[in-house]
């Protein structure tokens, strides 16, 4: 009897668990299937679901109509560049305030990560005013300094978690075996950290690809990435839904692959070690 | 060789002094045992040694060469952690040949040190294994296999066998000292479990709160506890220490009495008391005894044979020349009583 209440249980916890999965996932799904729907479809009244004339014509509308690879492009180079960036200055920051902590350490990590809240638009004019100065608006490097910028605290936190996970015992144990801070560092630090090292980067870029607020304002053609490549069909087009569906899965689909063969580095990140 | 002196030296963690100037010697090819209670700092006085810790102040030198200032690397030293911190991404041949890659050594001799090691240790068929999966004691063994593999001058160990059951400890403890006997080399161990300073220790360093209470051989603390502190940490079970009128009568404000030095006899006695818990091993019982005019109750070691039960009345008699006699500072007195 207890086993059948078990199973019961197990059974609606599942069937729990798709339902909000699928509720999830819900908006994607009909922006897939609309992006296959000629315009008029696209707003019947009751919406249509699955029975409808598939079609493609609205992918090479939008391909026509703007340029898809440079916008693809400009994305991969912002999304990865900035991650990187920030991951070459973070690394150093992390260590430090993971192994040689000092006393305001953790007054520093939470002052980083307050900055995190500040809003945006609060640094919108100054930043706008100093990238016209060097002569850097719509420019990739601009947008690969401030995505680092804006994710920074994020990869130091998560970093410095990681390597506040490796025992210390450990790194004392090689001092002892007569490693220097450099082989202390490439033999034992480095390929312990790898994993968390991993999904700091994956996690990053998919901020950096999702990242709107900058991407949009400071960019107009050359350096406009996905998130602007979208907008541009929004905003005068209102109401093609079709059109804009097809250019959304357009730049949602790289990261979408991405984080699916990486969902298991991904979790770690996600919650930033916490599980071990 | 592995002379290691120790020259005032002192420990502050900020405004904290956990080990007072302080001066030790501990000769080459010795067996040193550092315990004492938690909190006491021997395993800070084992890092400073290391290096792992910077002293506050004073010297420690080497063979005697200064390390005061020498990063643990260049000290020559090795040493086994409680955690065994071995490298979990390596195999355990790698694990034992990397203080050896970081000494640059050529590599056909190191390929023979970690075959040598791998045959004393018993860990042949685990070469290629990771740490992860192998049991606490092959872990352990690991670890000494890779202090070993550069021969050094001293080996430290922080409390090794404390992550390991019972029974495995006790042969590891046999192990680190058949080690010993073979490398004859300096070993200093820290432990805070009496018994196994005691089965292991050439010398035994017994400390609390960074002093050193006494430094003696493991029956010479036995024997001749210098004052109440080391009377009630070595020894197992615990020595009896009474105060009062029981040690007015012998001149001293504290007398101890061991559990095997006290006699159950059949009427009379000094003490008279009610057996507590007892606790029957076979080859000997321990009884808890208590006695009206005493706050904690007496230890006492009988042999397996005696049959008295809890509750029962029991008459006892300490041996007269096994008395321990402690001034009102907790001092031994110089002499019996």
Redesign the interface.
Known sequence: MARAISHRKKMMWTALAWGIGLLIFFPILWTFLTSFKAEATAIADPPVWFFFDWTTENYTAVLERSNYPLALMNSIIIAVGSTLLGIIIAVPAAWAMAFVPGKRTKDVLLWMLSNKMLPAVGVLYPLVLIAKYFDVLDSRILLVVILMLINLPIIVWMLYTYFREI?G??L?????????LK?EII??LT??AVPGIASTILLNIILAWNEAFWTILLTTVNAAPLTKFIASFSAPEGLFYAKLSAASIMAIAPILIMGWFSQKQLVRGLTFGAVK | MGRITLDKVQKKFGEVEVIPPLDLTIEDGEFVVFVGPSGCGKSTLLRLI???EDVTGGEIRIDGKPATDL???KRG???V???Y?????MSVRKNIA??MK??GMDQAEQERRITKAADALNLTDYLDRRPGQLSGGQRQRVAIG?AIV?EPAAFLFDEPLSNLDAALRVGMRMEISELHKTLATTMVYVTHDQVEAMTMADKIVVLRAGHIEQVGSPLELYKAPRNTFVAGFIGSPKMNLLTGATAAKHNASTIGIRPEHLDVVSEGGTFTGRVGVAEHLGSDTFFHVHIPEMTEPMTVRAGGEVGLRHGDTIHLEPRAEHIHRFDDKGLRFACHA
Do not use: C, K, T, W
């Not at chain 1, 004392?172 to 220097?180: I, K, P, Q, S």
């Not at chain 2, 911190?85 to 991404?89: D, E, Q, R, S, V």
């Open positions: 025992p015992e450990i004392e144990a090689a001092r002892m075996d007569g490693a220097n082989n033999y034992v390929p312990m | 290391a290096g792992l990063p643990p690397a030293l090795a040493m952690f409680q955690s911190a071995l490298y979990p991404h990397f203080p970081m000494a890779r550069r």
